[in-house]
């Protein structure tokens, strides 16, 4: 089982619609990540979070608002998306060590109409 | 220039057959990390295998062994005994040193464009 948990699994939204992701880890992590994954591709980053503050944004659209409540918890609040948003969100865990390895959640898969 | 390449969109091995997964990298940083991940359908990015690039030994991890040649920048998983359950996408990954490091044990990673693996009872 995976220690990182994401919630919803699936979601499906309009493109007017507010809704959010979820991420949450009991690892003791400092640092959190949101990838996006389109079918068939690898990865791309979205966001970093390193102890509770945004340290990376990757040129991400202003509709997609990431929020870091605490060191356990990770948001992306999706507002006024595009179909072509539709991907496999997923959420991921680091801690300071030498292997730096991530570790992930089962994703949230979102389709747009 | 891709950092990271792997070659084989897709491949098929035999039910307890080994099989190797390409990976070749790119960087100047003398210090770095290369991973494998495992995607099952399910969509969990699952963490295999790490070779720092100071290790001096081949990582192991059960049935996976990563074949690092250092001096060809390539990083092959061996996957031995293939079962049923290994299908699925694997990525080779890198972590390209400091230059990577964003604060907090936070990395950057860059991700291959991945290998479709089936297992052929």
């Known amino acids: 089982d995976t220690e990182v948990t994401q919630t919803p699994k699936h979601l499906v939204m309009g493109m007017t619609n507010k809704k959010s992701l979820k991420c949450e880890q009991h690892?003791?992590?400092?640092?959190m990540y949101w990838y996006k994954q389109k079918a068939k591709k690898p990865p791309e980053l979205m966001f970093v979070y390193s102890y509770e503050k945004l340290s990376i944004n990757e040129s991400v659209p202003s509709r997609f608002s990431p929020e870091c409540p605490n060191s356990s918890l990770l948001n992306l609040h999706l507002h006024a998306l595009q179909p072509e948003d539709s991907a496999l969100y997923l959420c991921?865990?680091?801690?300071?060590?030498?292997?730096?390895?991530?570790?992930f959640g089962e994703g949230s898969r979102l389709t747009v109409l | 220039a891709q950092k990271i390449t792997q070659t084989q969109p897709g491949m098929f091995v035999q039910e307890k057959e080994a099989v190797t997964l390409d990976c070749t990298y790119d960087t100047s940083d003398p210090s770095y990390g290369l991973f494998w991940y495992k995607q099952p359908s399910s969509g969990e990015m699952i963490f295999l295998i790490y070779?720092?690039?100071?290790?001096?030994q081949n990582a192991t991890e059960g049935r996976y062994s990563l074949n690092f040649q250092k001096a060809r920048k390539s990083a092959n998983l061996v996957i031995s005994a293939s079962q049923l359950g290994d299908s699925a996408m694997y990525f080779c990954a890198m972590r390209e040193g400091t230059s990577a490091y964003s604060g907090a044990g936070s990395y950057q990673l860059t991700f291959g464009k991945g290998t479709k693996l089936s297992v052929i009872p």
């Open positions: 991921a865990s680091s801690q300071e060590r030498e292997r730096g390895e991530l570790f």
């Open positions: 690892m003791g992590h400092r640092a």
């Open positions: 070779q720092g690039s100071y290790d001096q």
